[in-house]
């Protein structure tokens, strides 16, 4: 039996003790010539004190129901309700169109959201947010595994199709994909500095002053222009070898500052997926079970 149906009987319980006073079963007492004061226990319930107690049963059952809401919200709701956080981008082009899937500082072990799946209300789309590629390299086949996201990381998962063929997750190289190439949300660029790189190649000789000042001038995240025939093959060489995304990998994959807090997922869907208005967009967990969601009005 429900929760609700025992509260509606114990309404009627209190509303018959109400009527009939809770009178006691008592045996007949023998006639007497005097009026008898009947006892507490004996009398009938004013109407005002039928109404309290009709009031206290109410309160009573509304208590209930909303316990009973919370469970039932409890026993649906995920274990990573409260430690997942979402946003939702929307846009008429599905390049430029996300959801932002987060964490804070409070996430102790990473969480696995690959498989978890995004529900419009509206709409009744669904798609299940899949791999990507952890380390992505330029000009070969990449391979790709669950998306992992610890304290303080973001997940975009991108309803259009990626610029360079794959999701990935950025690191302090990244920074060099996006000279070429649009990304949304904008890649995070925090690439070595050219002067920074080992230039021992290049001979610290007079008519390599001109090279060392254009390296110390340098940007990072960018490939510099083709150099003129003024400059050394020494110096040429290093700016084609050693400036650029591949050797950046190679050279510093290894540091401990190397991975940044961003995943690039791809759908790769041709058309946007949400509404700009009325739209509810829902996250469930593996299991089916409700993280979170985000209502746009």
């Known amino acids: 039996m429900k929760n609700w149906d025992w509260g509606l009987i114990l309404i009627c319980v209190v509303l018959a003790f109400a009527i009939f006073g809770g009178a006691k079963n008592t045996k007949l007492a023998p006639l007497q010539t005097g009026a008898a004061i009947p006892s507490p226990s004996e009398r009938q319930l004013s109407s005002s004190e039928i109404e309290e107690n009709i009031r206290a049963t109410q309160y009573k059952l509304e208590q209930l129901q909303k316990e ?24 008429s082009d599905a390049s430029t169109e996300y959801v932002d ?18 529900v419009s209300t509206s709409t009744n789309q669904s798609v299940t947010i899949p791999k990507s590629t952890l380390l992505y390299f330029a000009g070969q086949t990449n391979s790709e595994q669950d ?44 690439c070595p500095a050219p002067r920074d790189e080992d230039q021992s190649s290049i001979p610290r ?57 961003s995943w690039y997922v791809y759908l790769k869907r041709s058309e946007p997926l949400w509404k700009y208005r009325r739209e509810t967009v829902i996250l469930y967990d593996a299991t089916g079970k409700l993280v979170t969601q985000v209502i746009k009005y």
């Open 68 to 91: 009973t809401a919370l469970l039932e919200e409890k026993k649906n709701s995920s274990v990573y309700k409260g430690k997942i956080y979402m946003s939702v981008n929307t846009s």
């Open 101 to 118: 899937i987060y964490t804070d500082s409070s996430t102790k072990e990473p969480i696995n959201i690959t498989g978890w799946k995004l």
């Open 147 to 190: 998306v992992y996201l610890g304290p303080n990381e973001h997940a975009y998962i991108i309803t259009g199709r990626s610029p360079i063929g794959y999701g990935f997750k950025t690191n302090k190289c990244s920074g060099y994909l996006s000279q070429y190439t649009n990304f949304y949300p904008g890649v995070w660029t925090n």
């Open 205 to 261: 000789r007079v008519i390599n002053d001109s090279c060392f000042d254009l390296i110390n001038s340098l940007g990072s995240c960018r490939i510099p222009e083709p150099l003129s025939n003024a400059y050394s093959s020494e110096c040429q060489d290093f700016l084609i070898k050693k400036i650029n995304y591949p050797y950046c990998i190679s050279n510093h994959k290894n540091d401990k500052d190397f991975w940044g807090s």
